[in-house]
């Protein structure tokens, strides 16, 4: 027995006002724990290293209040219902209406209370933890965990609603098992693709920032990695999206990977009759004065092959950030032009011998004796 019955005695109006007292009661002591909350975050929480238990203290300040106010309001309804006389039967049906109304609400906001949770020690961790790691692999991964976590979450809520109602759970996890069969089937691809995304998160083979060559050639920077396709910035910043089953099973060239050092190659060719020693300690002593240039011991200039106009050969080098490749190999190219030009080492055009038949060669050089022939005033050229 409360006070109201006490006073009023158990009648309609007793119960009722109880149930209004109670939820505001629950209000109250809602907004109190807050307060209090807020208080031990301001006293304790902010002393400590860690930022996770502020983030937490701080959520459950914000959500405190409706979550003790839902609760109550259901608790306090359903004693309501029970309360009642049975001869006010549709009063008493609509509590129990509203009651089991309130039951759906509770454990959807429980649900929703506990992913806000999780979004706070995910945030913690990719502030405080991912930022210190060598690897992206957790800044990938924690967002992916918090957005599973969310779905098992509300599936678990959803369970538990339909066995509050007295639902065959075991019925619909079959019907779910053959439909999740069937759209297993229609989007085989797109699985194979989240597979393979997953596997590029564990196993590594490039990180956002690298400059990687795609399957199909395409050389350029790794901008994302995504559940189902990886997205490329090439040399013309133009955006190349390559779904994750294609990259899984290639062969992928990383340049930034085991570091970011990479030798790379500018060809270029000289004439015949060139001092090639001379021409080689020329170009490696140029360019090992390029600030960027590492490791210079290591440069070197091969020739590669006698081509029908020239000696080619290819300059080798080591620079650091694989993606200043394009660039570099354009200012390298300048460089060895001018070097070439100032020490007179000639860079020939193309050229060809011809070989011609002896009769050909004699009606030759005979059409040029005629043309040297003197004319006279009056003699018109044949």
Same mark, same amino acid.
């Given at each position: ?14 119960? =009722? ?29 902010? #002393? ?11 959520? =459950? ?12 309001? /259901? ?35 429980? %649900?929703?209370? !506990? ?7 995910? &945030?913690? /961790?990719?502030? @405080? ?20 976590? #969310? $779905? ?19 019925? =619909? ?9 069937? $759209? ?10 989240? $597979? ?16 990687? %060559? ?13 559940? &189902? ?11 190349? !999206?390559?779904? *994750? ?8 060239? *990383? ?9 790379? @190659? ?48 290819? =300059?080798? %080098? ?43 060669? @004699? ?20």
């Amino acid at each position: 027995m409360n006070i109201l019955e006490f006073f009023l005695g158990k009648t309609l109006l007793s119960v =009722l006002l109880s149930t209004l007292l109670l939820i505001v009661l629950g209000y109250v002591a809602g907004r109190a724990l807050k307060v209090v909350l807020r208080l031990f975050s301001d006293k304790i929480t902010k #002393k400590t290293r860690s930022a996770l238990d502020d983030l937490i203290v701080n959520t =459950l300040a914000q959500y405190i209040t409706p979550v003790l106010t839902i609760f109550v309001m /259901y608790w306090s309804i359903s004693w309501a219902a029970m309360a009642l006389d049975d001869s006010i039967s549709l009063l008493k049906q609509g509590l129990t209406i509203v009651v089991e109304g309130l039951y759906v609400v509770s454990v959807l906001y429980a %649900c929703y209370f !506990i992913t806000r949770l999780i979004d706070a020690a995910v &945030r913690w /961790y990719l502030h @405080e933890v991912a930022t210190r790691t060598q690897t992206h692999l957790d800044d990938e991964l924690a967002p992916l965990a918090n957005r599973v976590l #969310k $779905i098992l979450i509300y599936i678990v809520g959803v369970v538990i609603i339909l066995d509050h109602f007295q639902q065959n759970i075991s019925t =619909l996890v079959v019907s779910l098992g053959v439909g999740s069969l069937a $759209i297993a089937l229609a989007a085989q691809e797109t699985l194979a693709n989240m $597979i393979a995304g997953f596997v590029l998160m564990i196993d590594r083979p490039f990180r956002i920032g690298d400059r990687i %060559c795609l399957p199909d050639g395409t050389i350029g920077l790794v901008r994302e990695i995504g559940i &189902r396709s990886t997205k490329v910035i090439d040399d013309y910043q133009v955006m190349v !999206i390559t779904p *994750n089953a294609e990259i899984v099973k290639s062969q992928i060239k *990383n340049f930034s990977y085991p570091n970011d050092i990479v030798r790379f @190659e500018v060809p270029f060719g000289v004439a015949y009759g060139t001092d090639l020693n001379a021409m080689r300690n020329i170009i490696l002593e140029r360019i090992n004065r390029e600030g960027d240039v590492v490791e210079p011991e290591t440069s070197e200039v091969r020739i590669t092959e006698m081509a029908d106009s020239s000696m080619n050969a290819k =300059l080798l %080098c080591k620079i650091r950030n694989p993606n200043n490749i394009p660039r570099r190999k354009s200012d390298l190219l300048l460089i060895m032009y001018n070097t070439l030009y100032e020490h007179r080492i000639e860079i020939p055009f193309p050229q060809r011998v011809l070989h011609l038949a002896p009769e050909a060669r @004699e009606a030759l050089e005979r059409s040029f004796r005629e043309e040297e022939k003197p004319k006279g005033p009056y003699e018109k050229p044949v």
